[in-house]
């Protein structure tokens, strides 16, 4: 065999070589990121058991995304999976328009690898200010809410979830800054009378 | 012996194929048709756009009434058996189907009773409301009124559900096999008696005169949302590369 031959075999194994690597890690990845068949519950989660399905609207910083309902806060497995599809409602928080305080969470950044379109959805959610209307929509009602500060916390600073059913909140969660897991961005917003 | 050998492989390769063909009656092959029809009381049967009853039949029921489904299917081709035929069927407005109990439980699988055919279900997604389900085989020469396979749906209609809301149960055959002595692979024409040539339908109409039109959102507030840290909404590396490796270990 020549010299050059050989050459383009070498070539031609390392290739095979390392796409199959490549094949295996992304395949391990995904087993790591989340479950690929996820449909079903997705489906169930972006409905409430009135069959609404609620959309989150934030016009100042160009975000519109689906509404993933009652996603458990603490699974972290279930939570990667209903990101994939739009932004998380926390398990246990105050649905849409019922008294309480409704917390939603999403990316702020994520595995470039990973499924999913919503992997930056928060990543502009510094630029809110107090009085920014974030929004939530249905098919039978749009619900409005004003930003009323935002800051900084700790991951266990988990008080930022609590309920006061005296009032109808919107709290929005995510990693910040983004890129890192060091802390969480808290948006918080109240319905607009 | 190659030439031996050419030439059986060259009379296989011609009389064979011949054969199979030879085998299939008419062009079409399999002629199946599938009708799904609705009860309310499990003896008087509609279809919603079958021949047989007017155009825009409904079946008509109140909420929290149960609601029955039957599902035939028949050849009506002279000698072609049909095999593993596959088909999905889906519910509108699935948050009001209760309890369903799709064909393969052993009561509903086999309505007619012949103890030979029967449907299993294969999957029912109740968010979307969509099921998958296959019938093992049909013979030929059969009609809808003899010799059809027939399997039962039922589901109880929710007690919450909205007055008027319109439950439309549809089903279509999405593959199956011919068989003579040969299978065959998927060779169909599907068809059902029903508003397209693909489709058959049950139009249920909920009556719930009582109830609120549109429901609110029920809160699922609690005082304490059980959490013990904020969710991990970011890229960890190190707990990838943990996970990472803790996963090939178990490889070995």
Redesign the interface.
């Known amino acids: 065999m020549s010299k050059r031959n050989k050459i383009i075999l070498s070539v031609f194994i390392v290739a095979i070589i390392l796409g199959s690597i490549v094949l295996v890690i992304r395949r391990i990845n995904q087993k790591l990121l989340g479950p690929i068949a996820i449909n079903k519950t997705v489906a169930e989660n972006h409905r409430d058991i009135t069959g609404r399905q609620y959309t989150l609207n934030i016009k100042p910083i160009n975000i519109e995304a689906p509404i993933v309902l009652n996603v458990d806060g603490s699974d972290k497995g279930e939570y990667i999976s209903r990101l994939e599809s739009g932004v998380a409602h926390m398990k246990g928080s105050a649905l849409p328009g019922s008294p309480g305080n409704t917390v939603i969470f999403g990316h702020s950044s994520y595995f470039s690898w990973a499924n999913g379109n919503y992997k930056k959805v928060f990543s502009q959610l510094d630029k809110l200010k107090r009085g920014d209307e974030v929004e939530i929509k249905s098919a039978q009602e749009d619900l409005s809410f004003n930003v009323l500060d935002t800051k900084v916390v700790k991951p266990n600073d988990t008080y930022v979830v609590n309920q006061d059913l005296s009032k109808h909140l919107l709290t929005l969660v995510t990693c910040w800054p983004a890129g890192t897991v060091e802390n969480r961005l808290v948006v918080t917003a109240e319905e607009a009378e | 012996m190659k030439k031996v050998l050419i030439v059986l492989a060259s009379v296989l390769a011609v009389v064979l194929p011949t054969w199979v063909i030879a085998g299939f009656t008419g062009d079409l092959g399999v002629d199946l048709h599938t009708r799904l029809e609705g009860s309310s009381d499990n003896s008087t049967w509609l279809n919603y756009t079958a021949e047989d009853n007017p155009g825009d039949a409904t079946l008509s029921v109140s909420a929290g009434d149960t609601v029955y489904l039957r599902l035939k299917t028949w050849d009506t081709s002279d000698t072609i058996v049909a095999n593993s035929i596959v088909y999905s069927g889906t519910f509108t407005?699935p948050?009001?189907v209760n309890t369903p109990d799709f064909l393969g439980t052993g009561t509903n699988d086999d309505l007619d009773g012949d103890g030979v055919l029967l449907y299993s279900l294969t999957s029912y997604?109740?968010?979307?409301g969509s099921a998958v389900f296959g019938l093992n085989g049909i013979y030929p020469s059969s009609t809808v009124d003899t010799d059809y396979e027939s399997g039962g749906i039922t589901f109880t209609t929710d007690p919450d559900t909205p007055d008027q809301t319109v439950i439309l149960a549809t089903v279509q055959i999405t593959s199956a096999e011919e068989e003579l002595w040969i299978s065959r692979a998927p060779r169909i024409t599907d068809r059902a008696l029903a508003d397209d040539p693909s489709t058959t339908r049950v139009r249920i109409l909920v009556n719930n005169p009582t109830a609120t039109p549109?429901?609110?959102?029920?809160?699922?507030?609690?005082?304490?949302?059980?959490?013990?840290?904020?969710?991990?909404?970011?890229?960890?590396l190190l707990?990838?590369i943990y996970?990472?490796l803790a996963?090939?270990s178990e490889l070995f």
């Open positions: 407005n948050q009001y997604d109740s968010g979307s549109t429901p609110t959102p029920t809160s699922t507030a609690t005082a304490t949302v059980a959490v013990s840290s904020l969710p991990e909404t970011g890229p960890n707990s990838l996970r990472w996963m090939i």
